[in-house]
């Protein structure tokens, strides 16, 4: 048997790619390796959204290299989305990767790897005896406009089992001036309903309380295939599964959020009452560089409709610092805007100009020292709005996701529904009893601090009346 050793970089879109693969190799007799020592073949499941995420790739990979000289590794992966731009330039300059396979290949992981063993193993023999033969380089990028197979029920959840994503559509439309996706990804295509439907029963069957539903985009899902917005169709269908309790939606783009998915929300209990919106930019001049679908007054005006409509909506959006031309009064207006709109999550970035892209051939390049400057100063206001935002929980009585126990403190730790994995906060709960990972229960919130809450699990006979 042979031990496979995967790295998954990136984004949770990539995450459920590694799943998926790992899910084809376990069912082709493979084990998963747990140290670089161990392994015969490792896979580097890649990502290179912006300039870090490109050079924590190449570290990887180098890394990962290494073990063909000092390890027992015969076969090097390269997978995802450098694999995909950057396949040429991986083949020349890291001759110790044995293939490439794109951000639609995934699928053809076992055949691939099957054969870069069997030659590396021939290759050992005939070393014996005659002069060994140049290695051959497996390149497997089909297009990227290719919707992979669903692959419902090969996944291996990596996420703990009692939490799932569930990756509902592939690629982009959009084309925002600054975005590679759409040239790595290609177009927006939605998975079918039926399969996402098997898919998620098979992730509850499994153990899976919390599904996350993501994408490039999710508010668009079943344009392209059933001519309609279909994503409130899909969540009400997801709640009829029996096993999951919290549906979160992440990636929803503002212009496309509609009344019938805020109908929805409202309706369903397994939705949590929360959304991921990426907004990027709050100036009317920037955002049509950006070529964003929607302007200030809109965004404002939807905040507001979401928290009329759905009084304990927590929202999280993202924003982009930085970008060319901003000026010093457009940033301080974006300061202003975050300050007036106090959303209950934040997360904020430099601008990070992409080979092939749009904005990174635009005049008024800004210096990374100013853009940082900038990320920094709106992440110390988010801060205030966060610790007082956290400090109005105290006393609340909320549910509680555990995820895991804390040996040294003696303590708990979970998420409630205002909190994705991996991006927003925790709470540490204090328990009189055993919790196992995935329990979800109710927790008094007796602390807080800017970004996390502290509480007591509340027994039976301490429910306020």
């Known amino acids: 048997m042979k031990n496979v050793l995967f790295v998954s970089l990136g984004c949770d879109k990539n995450l459920v790619d590694s799943e998926k693969m790992l899910g084809l190799l376990n069912e082709a007799g493979y084990r998963v390796a747990q140290e670089e020592s161990e392994a015969d073949a490792i896979v580097v499941n890649t990502c290179c959204f912006i300039h870090d995420a490109k050079e924590e790739s190449v570290e990887t990979i180098l890394e990962m290299a290494e073990w063909k000289k000092k390890g027992r590794l015969k076969a090097l992966i390269v997978t995802g989305c450098m694999a995909q731009r950057y396949q040429d330039e991986i083949q020349q300059e890291i001759p110790e990767v044995d293939a490439v396979i794109g951000t639609t290949g995934y699928t053809e992981i076992v055949p691939i790897l099957d054969e870069i063993l069997a030659e590396a193993e021939a290759s050992q023999k005939e ?80 153990g899976v309380k919390e599904l996350i539903l993501i994408a490039q985009e999710t508010t668009v899902y079943g344009m392209d295939c059933y001519g309609r917005k279909a994503l409130p169709e899909l969540l009400t269908k997801l709640c009829e599964i029996e096993g999951i309790e919290w549906i979160r939606i992440l990636y929803c783009y503002p212009e496309e959020i ?24 709050s100036e009317d001049t920037i955002l049509k560089r950006m070529g964003r679908r929607t302007n200030r007054a809109e965004l404002v005006s939807l905040v507001e409709k979401l928290r009329k409509e759905i009084p304990d909506i927590v929202l999280r959006t993202t924003l982009i610092t930085g970008f060319p031309g901003e000026t010093e009064e457009e940033f301080k207006n974006m300061v202003d805007f975050v300050d007036s709109m106090e959303f209950d999550r934040l997360g904020v970035f430099p601008y990070s100009a992409e080979e092939g892209t749009k904005a990174a051939e635009m005049d008024g390049q800004i210096t990374e020292e100013v853009k940082e400057s900038r990320r920094d100063e709106i992440m110390a206001l988010q801060q205030e709005i966060s610790a007082d935002k956290a400090a109005s929980r105290i006393d609340n009585e909320m549910s509680v996701l555990i995820e895991g126990y804390l040996y040294e403190d003696d303590i708990y730790i979970g998420r409630t529904y205002m909190d994705a994995p991996k991006v927003d906060g925790n709470v540490f709960v204090r328990a009189e009893e055993e919790l196992i990972s995935g329990d979800i229960v109710p927790v008094r919130i007796t602390g807080a601090n800017e970004y996390d809450l502290m509480g007591d699990v509340i027994y039976a006979d301490e429910f306020t009346e």
Do not use: W
């Open 127 to 206: 070393a014996a005896v005659e002069e060994p033969k140049e290695k051959s380089f497996v390149n497997c990028c089909p297009s990227i406009d290719l919707l992979p197979a669903s692959l419902a029920d090969k996944r291996v959840v990596t996420t703990g089992g009692y939490t799932a994503y569930l990756k509902i559509a592939e690629g982009c439309n959009k084309r925002c001036t600054y975005c590679i996706i759409p040239y790595i990804r290609g177009h927006y295509r939605s998975f079918p309903m039926e399969d996402l439907l098997e898919e998620a029963r098979k992730l509850a069957e499994g």
């Open 258 to 281: 509609t009344d019938e998915l805020i109908a929805v929300m409202k309706k369903e209990k397994k939705i949590c009452h929360y959304l991921d919106i990426p907004i990027q930019q």
